[in-house]
Nanobody, 127 residues
Framework: QLQLVESGGGLVQPGGSLRLSCVVS????????IGWFRQAPGKEREGVSC????????NYADSVKGRFTISRDNAKNTVYLQMKSLKLEDTAVYYC????????????????????WGQGTQVTVSS
């Protein structure tokens, strides 16, 4: 059974950095595209970034372009989200999700495209 587990969240000051990890188990991670989503209190879940199975294709939401970098190490079955220059509005629960191989080719797809989700990790940006 495919499972995803996120880690790396925490409390950080504005301008700071965090690296989130998403460990895939139950199947080879390179069978899937992986997306990162976030949900702030009172808001809908939004797509942040998406990476294809080999890591050669990646896309970002406009709100995080130039600040966040998605990558993956398939030998470790792990996908990362490096977040820099964090802003107050980046505060949210961050989720990773697995989806079909080709879904990241054209932007960050909607959450309904992804079938398996992790439990989330809290990121709080506060001074």
């Amino acid at each position: 059974q495919l499972q995803l587990v996120e880690s790396g969240g925490g409390l950080v000051q504005p301008g700071g950095s965090l690296r989130l990890s998403c460990v895939v188990s139950g199947s080879r991670s390179d069978y899937y595209s992986i997306g990162w989503f976030r949900q702030a209190p009172g808001k809908e879940r939004e797509g942040v970034s998406c990476i294809g199975p080999a890591g050669s294709v990646s896309n970002y939401a406009d709100s995080v372009k130039g600040r966040f970098t998605i990558s993956r190490d398939n030998a470790k079955n792990t996908v990362y989200l490096q977040m820099k220059s964090l802003k107050l509005e980046d505060t949210a629960v961050y989720y990773c999700a697995a989806g079909p191989r080709s879904i990241c080719l054209n932007g960050v797809p909607g959450q309904n495209t992804f079938g398996t989700w992790g439990q989330g990790t809290q990121v709080t940006v506060s001074s």
